[in-house]
């Protein structure tokens, strides 16, 4: 079984602060995991993915997230923030070994406020 | 087009009524998944095709769900009998078909049922 825990419903930051969205998983074998972001009244957007390798990847739109095996985490992370950051951002995991579906976690919401 | 393509947009309909909505996937990609998002929710999985057959349909919640792919390309998702805990926004996705690979998600079929 594999599940994705999003610990935060909200979250709020300064415009020009650092941004962190949680997220842990689990899955029986080794993930892949993905984050997206969902704009209001708009379709679910890729932001970046983890595969292999390096643990901090780079995506869309100057985010990043950092792969943590030990604590099975991806925490998303921006340096900096926009008002136009704040959407619904959604963390999902694959479990390599047993399947193609993608799990979601609910979800958190990001307001950047000016 | 360009990206996935759902319709219809917004489907209400009665109780005991039945419903289809239709996906049509990005050109060329294999694989396509259909998800349920319920308010304040993430996305739930529900089917999974590889060309035309369904690869993995554990996500459906009972018998009056039924998808199908017959081409390879479109997908109708059918609902028997609705009831009022069926509405939710239906999603569907494309995706090159590598379980390595992100999935492009449409805007998404709305769901009221009276």
């Known amino acids: 079984a594999q599940s994705v825990a999003q610990p935060e419903d909200q979250v709020n930051v300064a415009e020009g602060n650092p941004l962190t969205v949680k997220c842990t998983y689990s899955?029986?074998?080794?993930?892949?995991l993905f984050w997206y972001v969902q704009y209001p009244n708009r379709g679910l957007q890729f932001l970046l993915k983890?595969?292999?390798?390096?643990?901090l990847v780079k995506g869309s739109y100057g985010f990043e997230a950092e792969f943590n095996k030990s604590q099975t985490s991806f925490h998303l992370k921006k340096p900096s923030a926009l008002v136009s950051d704040s959407a619904l951002y959604f963390c999902?995991?694959?479990?390599?070994?047993?399947?193609?579906?993608?799990?979601f976690g609910k979800g958190t919401s990001l307001l950047v406020t000016p | 087009g360009a990206g996935v393509s759902q319709t219809p947009s917004n489907k209400v309909t009665e109780k005991g009524k039945y419903v289809e909505l239709r996906c049509d996937p990005i050109?060329?990609?294999?694989?396509l998944y259909w998800y349920r998002q319920s308010l304040g929710q993430g996305p739930e999985f529900l089917i999974y095709?590889?060309?035309?057959?369904?690869?993995?349909d554990s996500g459906l919640p009972n018998d009056r769900f039924f998808a199908v792919r017959p081409e390879g390309s479109v997908s109708t998702l059918k609902i028997q009998r609705t009831e009022r805990g069926d509405s939710a926004v239906y999603l569907c996705?494309?995706?090159?078909?590598?379980?390595?690979?992100?999935?492009?998600f449409g805007e998404g079929s709305r769901l009221t049922v009276l």
């Open positions: 996705a494309s995706s090159l078909g590598q379980n390595t690979g992100e999935l492009f």
């Open positions: 899955v029986s074998g080794n993930p892949y």
């Open positions: 983890y595969i292999t390798g390096d643990n």
């Open positions: 999902a995991v694959r479990d390599r070994e047993s399947g193609y579906a993608l799990n």
């Open positions: 050109s060329g990609h294999t694989a």
């Open positions: 095709f590889q060309g035309t057959g369904a690869a993995d």
